[in-house]
């Protein structure tokens, strides 16, 4: 499936290590980490930033199928910028292996390790950008706190080494994308990173502050540690949502999921669902996912009368399939008709069964100033709160 819009950032998501000293018994990237798979809880950030990206994952030999499953859910309804390819022997041939798969529109390629799972967005953004402004390689790193000795071959200390221009770097790194390929194109001798062989032909390497969440998932130790992590309280996430329709006395009311026979209706593409239209501008606002329009424009033919609870279904469909769960969801009625009071406790409960959530209405009237107080259209205003698990609390 061709990609809606053309990526100016790929991530290649190095997954092809065999996890030997983790000793779980299958390959690291499909290893369970808090209820998901260690490459799932490493793409979530991924997925979370603002603009697309092509989505490479570099799978183990072998495992292509079970790493195009992961990726693939872990995408949800983005899973057309995922890219999946099958792992060379070393890192290097996987990155590789990577490249070669990213889209033609790509200008920064960022590479990240599988391992690094709990690598936060900003991370991913911070690098990207930087990349972006400065036209260079980007490596995220922190300060080496531990005091650092030198040896000789019979492990006696030698000397004491100065930490204070030491950086313990991290992923993802990024690059242009020219200079990555004239890298691997001319690499000739197995490197530890990516930013070594772009060195190696004279690329500038800059560090930035990395995150101490991006730690990299090597032991069973390492794995409880990440564990402990992802199950820290998840963040919270808010959106709003406001929507506006004129009367049309030619149709019938259809307000929060709710047939009105005796009412004007509301003008629009669809059933003019006010309250719905909000809720679900409300509930995207607060997942990341854009709006209605984005998800459901009006030169759709398909949305052409549709109830206002499709668009909130729709919603709820993508908001469960990027890992959010919904707390609550609230909306105000501006409007002098109709009589909401007396349905109120109705409209509530279609609500809340379509959400899975509580949803709390109220009503009111603007003293007769406006649009709303001169009966021409209702306006609502919609409030979600949503949580996010998975790595959120890092950021």
Known sequence: MPMTVSP????????????TRLAAGEPKAFVELAGRPILARA??????????????VV???????????????????????????DGGETRQASVAAGLAAVHDSVEIVLVHDAARALTPESQFAAVEGAVSELGIGIVPGL????????????????????????????TPQGFPRALLERAYAAADEPLTDDAGLVSAVGGTIMIIPGHESAFKITTPWDLRRAEL???????????????????DDDRTLWLAGLHWPDEP??????????????????????????DIGGMAGTDDPKYENAHGSVFVTEAMR??????????????????RRPRFAARRAEAEAELTRLIGAPVSLAATTTDGLGFVGRGEGISVVAT????????????
Do not use: W
Not at 384 to 389: E, S
């Open 8 to 19: 100016r950032t790929a991530v290649i998501v190095v997954a092809a290590g065999s996890g």
């Open 43 to 56: 793409l979530d950030p991924v997925f979370r930033l603002r603009e697309p990206v092509h989505v490479i």
């Open 59 to 85: 799978a183990p030999p072998g495992r292509l199928e079970d790493a195009a499953r992961i990726s693939r859910a872990a995408a949800g309804v983005a899973d057309e910028y995922v890219t999946v390819v």
């Open 143 to 170: 300060p080496v706190a531990d005091t650092i000795k030198r040896v000789d071959t019979t492990e006696s200390v030698r000397d004491t080494v100065d930490r204070e221009p030491l950086r313990a770097v991290q």
């Open 229 to 247: 992590l992802a199950e820290e309280t998840p963040t919270f996430r808010t959106g709003l949502g406001i929507d506006v329709h004129a009367f």
């Open 265 to 290: 209706g509301l003008a629009g593409h669809s059933d003019g669902d006010a309250v719905c239209h909000a809720i679900t501008d409300a509930l995207l606002s607060a997942a990341g996912l854009g």
């Open 318 to 335: 993508r908001i469960t399939a990027s890992g959010c769960r919904v707390v609550n969801v609230t909306a105000q009625i501006m409007g």
């Open 384 to 395: 979600a709160l949503l949580t996010a698990h998975n790595t959120g609390s890092h950021q």
